[in-house]
């Protein structure tokens, strides 16, 4: 049972324009979610949070939105950056440890 | 660099044998995490250790074990191994492992059993 899911495995978007990035949740019982970055080779890299009493968190060219309804969340980058191709992933922490679900990732492919 | 180390980069063994992944945490963590991450199962959580006491568990094979030390480094064991077991095995950290901290990554291991 995937709890968490990203349902685009790819991304490409010419540079300069907007990334969006989208994610899926089942349980509503997630109350804070994170976005990690990873270049091949390397391990995933912190990127943005978001906690459910907002619905937006903003860091420089990286926005997370967040509809609790639909429990659906977003990560814009604008304007991408050729510097931005990598895979992205959507966590949320399980119990109260906060060992990590992931989705799958998106492949992001930024074109010069 | 996320201060976080893992030992070896690479490992490429025999169905049927042993390995230990080493894992160093930021200065200043006590609180470790294991990942895998294979192509079909995507990135998932094995094992937690705070400040030497697992804490959490996950999908973590019966063949797989591991422990933290007192100077806070954590191995992984992985035994009898099989073809399946080929994946990347990441360690993360964080300060206490509460749920809204951020975890850091090692580079991770990637392991091939032949």
């Known amino acids: 049972d995937q709890q968490v899911k990203q349902n685009s495995p790819s991304l490409s978007v010419q540079e300069g324009r907007i990334s969006i990035l989208n994610c899926d949740y089942t349980n509503s019982m997630f109350d804070y979610f994170l976005w990690y970055k990873k270049y091949p080779a390397e391990g995933p890299t912190f990127l943005i949070s978001i906690s459910s009493i907002k619905d937006k968190n903003e860091d420089g060219r990286f926005t997370v939105f967040l509809n609790k309804s639909a429990k659906h969340l977003s990560l814009h980058i604008v304007p991408s950056q050729p510097g931005d191709s990598a895979v992205y992933f959507c966590a949320a922490p399980r119990g109260s440890q906060g060992n990590l679900i992931f989705g799958k990732g998106t492949k992001l492919s930024v074109k010069p | 660099d996320s201060g976080v180390t893992q030992t070896p980069k690479h490992l490429i063994t025999a169905t049927g044998q042993r390995v230990t992944l080493r894992c160093s945490p930021r200065?200043?963590?006590?609180?470790v995490y294991w990942y895998q991450q294979s192509l079909d199962q995507g990135l998932q959580f094995l094992i937690q250790y705070y400040n030497g006491e697992e804490r959490a568990k996950g999908n973590i094979l019966e063949r797989f074990s591991a422990q933290q030390f007192p100077d806070l480094h954590s191995e992984l064991n992985l035994s009898s191994l099989e073809l399946g077991d080929s994946a990347l095995y990441f360690c993360?950290?964080?300060?206490?492992?509460?749920?809204?901290?951020?975890?850091?990554f090692g580079p991770g291991t990637r392991l091939l059993v032949l």
């Open positions: 993360a950290s964080s300060v206490v492992g509460t749920r809204k901290e951020t975890q850091y």
């Open positions: 200065s200043g963590d006590l609180s």
